[in-house]
């Protein structure tokens, strides 16, 4: 089992960067925000959307191991993230760009 995250450097370097970006300085004020607030104050101070990341705060923010998640629960997170995305960024992509979007792998541009 996975403790709950007691600092930012618990997540890891790239998201120490991305909560400095977002002006969020620590574990307490990422709890405080919850996974979804917290995110969408990342995505909109200029971090990639990737669901990848967007889980993994979820999960650790639960106390959960990341890959504690499976099935419904995943797909409703997946459901989650993308609302969240479609709030910071354009949907103006083609089909091969949303593809490309879904598996991280480009940055969709930024909504104005």
């Known amino acids: 089992m996975a403790t709950p995250v007691s600092s930012i450097k618990y997540l890891g370097p790239a998201y120490e960067e991305a909560c400095r970006r977002a002006q969020i300085n620590s574990a307490e004020e990422l709890r405080a925000l919850g996974a979804d607030a917290a995110y969408a104050k ?41 609302a969240i995305k479609a709030q910071s960024f354009d949907k103006d992509l083609s ?18």
């Open 95 to 112: 089909e091969f760009e949303r593809i490309l979007d879904s598996i991280g792998v480009i940055e969709p541009q930024r909504g104005t």
């Open 42 to 82: 990342l995505l909109n101070s200029g971090s990639k959307p990737h669901f990848i990341g967007y889980y993994v705060l979820v999960m650790a923010l639960q106390g959960r191991p990341w890959n504690d998640c499976k099935g419904d629960e995943k797909k409703a997170l997946r459901q989650r993230f993308d």
